[in-house]
Nanobody
Framework: VQLQASGGGLVQSGDSLRLSCAGS????????KAWFRQAPGKEREFVAA????????DYADSVKGRFTMSRNNAKNMMYLQMNSLKPEDTAVYYC????????????????WGQGTLVTVSS
């Protein structure tokens, strides 16, 4: 499985941005999907996840109400809609997936994309 994240860029505080992640090499229909981020000088942290079945989601408290994760299994894609961006959202964002119809929520994902940089200026 290969993942390719895109859509990052430089935006201003309060703006919106949509990240995309394209999967290849294997259908991701039954894979749980997630987004993580790593800010400069900090450890990688969980952002959002959608269960493989689509009937459950999990969001970090810091993004709840502002970010929405979605998926399009037909296109092997996942997305992260980010609204009301803040300077503290500045980070490299990574998409990740886990096979086997599991629900790992915030850790232990098997496949990772290369990351896309989001910079939010104040």
């Amino acid at each position: 499985v290969q993942l390719q994240a895109s859509g990052g860029g430089l935006v201003q505080s309060g703006d919106s941005l949509r990240l995309s992640c394209a999967g290849s090499g294997h259908p991701l229909n039954y894979y749980t999907k997630a987004w993580f981020r790593q800010a400069p000088g900090k450890e990688r942290e969980f952002v959002a996840a959608v269960k493989w079945s689509g009937d459950d989601t999990d969001y970090a408290d810091s993004v709840k109400g502002r970010f929405t994760m979605s998926r399009n299994n037909a296109k092997n894609m996942m997305y992260l809609q980010m609204n009301s961006l803040k300077p503290e959202d500045t980070a490299v964002y990574y998409c990740a997936t886990d096979p086997g119809r599991r629900w790992p929520r915030r850790s232990n994902y098997s496949y990772w994309g290369q990351g896309t940089l989001v910079t939010v200026s104040s």
